[in-house]
């Protein structure tokens, strides 16, 4: 079970994550598509943090026993499915739409409320202070080329940023893990990492 000092940590970003998407929602109205049972991000294979892993064994320990068995066979079918396009080096955005493991058949999240920071963050515009040269955005909210005008974008952004790779560096170390140590949803939901 994750420590009260990560659990803390961890849900004031998602907060300001959180903030920061209803902000969008907002200014963007109509173009911003991400709303309940759209699952359009959801069918790629990407990586996440072993503290994001964390917080989904916990959600799935306290989800009745049907429930957990239903996602660990999803996800063994899903890593059997994946197993020749798993590349560790490949952070996300590898597309063999493969839905992930904890989408229902309605193409809602099972796991919603312990969702990873990537599927919080990802859908209206998202800056990457590391790789200042792009904005990241579903392709259902803004297409490629379209002009996002948004004055409080990177300095909002770059605070979560930062604010993240400074808990996932103090988590790893705490724990003992390499510096940019990850996982899969997937194998969070089978807890193969023990953890």
């Avoid at 799935?60 to 999803?74: G, T, Y």
């Avoid at 899903?78 to 996300?92: R, T, V």
């Avoid at 058949?105 to 998202?126: D, K």
């Avoid at 790779?165 to 988590?171: A, Q, S």
Wanted: hydrophobic letters at 35%; one cysteine or more; a negative charge.
């Amino acid at each position: 079970m994750l420590d009260k000092s990560f659990s803390k940590k961890y849900i004031n970003l998602t907060g300001l994550i959180q903030d920061e998407f209803n902000r969008n929602a907002d200014l963007h109205g109509d173009q911003i598509k991400c709303k309940k049972g759209c699952s359009q991000c959801c069918s790629q294979i990407f990586r996440i943090t072993m503290l994001d892993s964390e917080v989904i064994i916990s959600h799935i320990n306290n989800l009745d026993i049907a429930q957990q068995e239903f996602l660990k066979s999803k996800a063994e079918r899903y890593i059997n499915l994946i197993g020749h396009h798993k590349n560790e080096s490949d952070e996300f955005f590898v597309k063999p739409e493969i839905p992930c493991p904890a989408l229902d058949e309605n193409g809602s999240c099972m796991i919603y409320e312990a969702r990873p920071v990537i599927c919080r963050r990802f859908g209206p515009p998202v800056f990457d202070y590391k790789n200042p040269e792009k904005l990241y955005a579903c392709e259902l909210n803004f297409k490629e080329g379209d002009e996002i005008i948004d004055d409080q974008l990177i300095p909002k952004q770059t605070d979560i940023g930062i604010k993240w790779d400074e808990l996932k560096t103090l988590y790893n170390s705490e724990k003992k893990y390499k510096k940019n140590a990850s996982t899969s949803i997937a194998e969070a939901i089978l807890n193969i990492n023990n953890l």
